[in-house]
């Protein structure tokens, strides 16, 4: 333990953020943390991530605080390159190829429709995965490059499905209506298939019907990363019932383990 003892509006906030990050089934990052206390008016401003609530949290982090350790938070933004790692012995490499090999097929492939989901924060990628199977997640983080958009037209000139169909997720203020609309003109433009948008939220009129606070920033703007994580988890789940259900990838998933199965038979075979 360390000997960190914040402020008596510090510790609070401590204790406040941490129930977020135990409310959730998945780990989440910091900026999504902060986008919670925003909404609530602990801090007045988004410059207040940086300045005060980032350094506050890497204290606690640090001096194993109240509940709060180093990998309390995901970190979707830094990876450590790893080398010069290997196996032991020639015996143990193959040893581990055949218990780290399984067998992974198109999930995609046969049904009817395709299906994606497009968000704006970055910062709920971890929300999404948590609540999603098998489908391409597509996080935008503000306007996307250019780059990031011919990436996803050729992705989708790929698909062989007969019926595609994007399902958008992001805040509900003038930006988060714009970012869309404009990469959607490009990526159109450059994708040779037709495919289906659906703006799942936030729409006019979430903002009463699920009790969203406003951005205290920018009155009259409201933020995806201000809802309940569980009306979040029914908008998700329920726009995509609409279109797939998780009886799609039944059979897929079975076929997946009978090849896995008899691969891993042929691979002891080979390996004496």
Same mark, same amino acid.
């Given at each position: 333990?360390?000997?960190?003892?914040?402020?008596?509006?510090?510790?609070?906030?401590?204790?406040?953020?941490?129930?977020?990050?135990?409310?959730?089934? $998945? /780990?989440?990052?910091?900026? =999504? #943390?902060?986008?919670?206390?925003? +909404?609530?008016?602990?801090?007045?401003?988004?410059? %207040?991530?940086?300045?005060?609530?980032?350094?506050?949290?890497?204290?606690?982090?640090?001096?194993?605080?109240?509940?709060?350790?180093?990998?309390?938070?995901?970190?979707?933004?830094?990876?450590?390159?790893?080398?010069?790692?290997? $196996? /032991?012995?020639?015996?143990? =490499? #193959?040893?581990?190829?055949?218990? +780290?090999?399984?067998?992974?097929?198109?999930?995609? %492939?046969?049904?009817?429709?395709?299906?994606?989901?497009?968000?704006?924060?970055?910062?709920?990628?971890?929300?999404?995965?948590?609540?999603?199977?098998?489908?391409?997640?597509?996080?935008?983080?503000?306007?996307?490059?250019?780059?990031?958009?011919?990436?996803?037209?050729?992705?989708?000139?790929?698909?062989?499905?007969?019926?595609?169909?994007?399902?958008?997720?992001?805040?509900?203020?003038?930006?988060?209506?714009?970012?869309?609309?404009?990469?959607?003109?490009?990526?159109?433009?450059?994708?040779?298939?037709?495919?289906?948008?659906?703006?799942?939220?936030?729409?006019?009129?979430?903002?009463?019907?699920?009790?969203?606070?406003?951005?205290?920033?920018?009155?009259?703007?409201?933020?995806?990363?201000?809802?309940?994580?569980?009306?979040?988890?029914?908008?998700?789940?329920?726009?995509?019932?609409?279109?797939?259900?998780?009886?799609?990838?039944?059979?897929?998933?079975?076929?997946?383990?009978?090849?896995?199965?008899?691969?891993?038979?042929?691979?002891?075979?080979?390996?004496?």
């Amino acid at each position: 333990m360390g000997n960190y003892k914040p402020h008596a509006r510090q510790a609070e906030t401590l204790s406040l953020a941490l129930s977020y990050v135990e409310s959730v089934d $998945y /780990a989440v990052s910091a900026r =999504w #943390l902060f986008y919670r206390l925003l +909404q609530d008016g602990i801090y007045p401003a988004k410059g %207040d991530y940086k300045s005060k609530f980032l350094p506050m949290l890497s204290k606690a982090r640090k001096n194993f605080y109240d509940g709060w350790y180093p990998d309390t938070l995901a970190d979707d933004t830094r990876h450590a390159i790893l080398r010069g790692n290997g $196996y /032991a012995s020639e015996s143990d =490499w #193959l040893r581990a190829v055949g218990e +780290q090999l399984a067998c992974s097929l198109d999930m995609w %492939d046969g049904q009817p429709t395709y299906l994606e989901i497009w968000f704006e924060a970055k910062a709920m990628a971890g929300q999404f995965r948590h609540y999603t199977d098998y489908i391409t997640l597509v996080p935008f983080g503000g306007d996307p490059s250019v780059p990031f958009k011919w990436s996803i037209a050729k992705r989708l000139d790929r698909r062989i499905n007969a019926r595609m169909v994007i399902l958008y997720f992001g805040d509900l203020d003038p930006k988060g209506v714009s970012i869309p609309e404009s990469a959607l003109r490009d990526i159109r433009q450059w994708c040779h298939r037709d495919f289906e948008f659906v703006r799942c939220g936030l729409n006019p009129g979430d903002e009463i019907t699920y009790c969203i606070p406003q951005n205290p920033d920018k009155p009259g703007e409201y933020q995806w990363e201000a809802l309940n994580d569980q009306v979040a988890r029914s908008l998700i789940t329920e726009s995509i019932s609409q279109f797939i259900s998780p009886g799609y990838f039944l059979e897929i998933e079975q076929l997946e383990e009978e090849i896995t199965k008899r691969f891993k038979l042929a691979w002891q075979e080979f390996c004496l």
